[in-house]
T-cell receptor, first 114, second 111 residues
Framework: EAQVTQNPRYLITVTGKKLTVTCSQNMNHEYMSWYRQDPGLGLRQIYYSMNVEVTDKGDVPEGYKVSRKEKRNFPLILESPSPNQTSLYFC?????????????FGSGTQLSVL | RKEVEQDPGPFNVPEGATVAFNCTYSNSASQSFFWYRQDCRKEPKLLMSVYSSGNEDGRFTAQLNRASQYISLLIRDSKLSDSATYLCVVNEGTGRRALTFGSGTRLQVQP
């Protein structure tokens, strides 16, 4: 089954404790991206990757890191989480269809930083 | 001004009603447009792409008005299962294949 697998689903941590949210896709998509979703603000892009070893900042990259060592995996790293990073996070990969982008999303990670 | 704006709602409609949402975008160079559906705290899923000529998928019709820079979604014969948040999504064609999401319009279909 074609899917984007994101883990964990829920995560509670404390300020400053490094964490990684994993994301893996089995569709051989070149493009992958991370979003955060906050009430009233919609989804905002954190980082994206056009291909292996090619990553770039999105709209809200501060406090986050990513890596793309393999095509299927795109982990999101918070080196020193802070309470303002409490949010719902989605990983996505994309198939460039004839009409533009179709994004496939992971099931989300609800992160709480205390 | 937000790049993609939607009325947050909620739109409360009875079953069987017809409901329409609009979404405005600020970048006239935007190239492609989509409606995604998101159930509470779950991942967004593509509902339909929006073509220049307008397109229909069953009870759903999407329209694009480039001159006025808005897209619309019409839902006919609303079902309880249509209750969700509808996200307007715009590809601004900046070369980084980034999509800009509206904050969403919440629809609640009532029996």
């Amino acid at each position: 089954e074609a899917q984007v697998t994101q883990n964990p689903r829920y995560l509670i941590t404390v300020t400053g404790k490094k964490l990684t949210v994993t994301c893996s896709q089995n569709m051989n998509h070149e493009y992958m991206s991370w979003y955060r979703q906050d009430p009233g603000l919609g989804l905002r892009q954190i980082y994206y990757s056009m291909n292996v070893e090619v990553t770039d900042k999105g709209d809200v990259p501060e406090g986050y890191k990513v890596s793309r060592k393999e095509k299927r995996n795109f982990p999101l790293i918070l080196e020193s989480p802070s309470p303002n990073q409490t949010s719902l996070y989605f990983c996505a990969s994309s198939l460039m269809g004839a009409s533009g982008e179709k994004l496939f999303f992971g099931s989300g990670t609800q992160l709480s930083v205390l | 001004r937000k790049e993609v704006e939607q009325d947050p709602g909620p739109f409360n409609v009875p079953e069987g009603a017809t409901v329409a949402f609009n979404c405005t975008y600020s970048n006239s160079a935007s190239q492609s447009f989509f409606w995604y559906r998101q159930d509470c705290r779950k991942e967004p899923k593509l509902l339909m792409s929006v073509y220049s000529s307008g397109n229909e998928d069953g009870r759903f019709t999407a329209q694009l008005n480039r001159a006025s820079q808005y897209i619309s979604l019409l839902i006919r014969d609303s079902k309880l299962s249509d209750s969700a948040t509808y996200l307007c999504v715009v590809n601004e064609g900046t070369g980084r294949r980034a999509l800009t999401f509206g904050s969403g319009t919440r629809l609640q279909v009532q029996p």
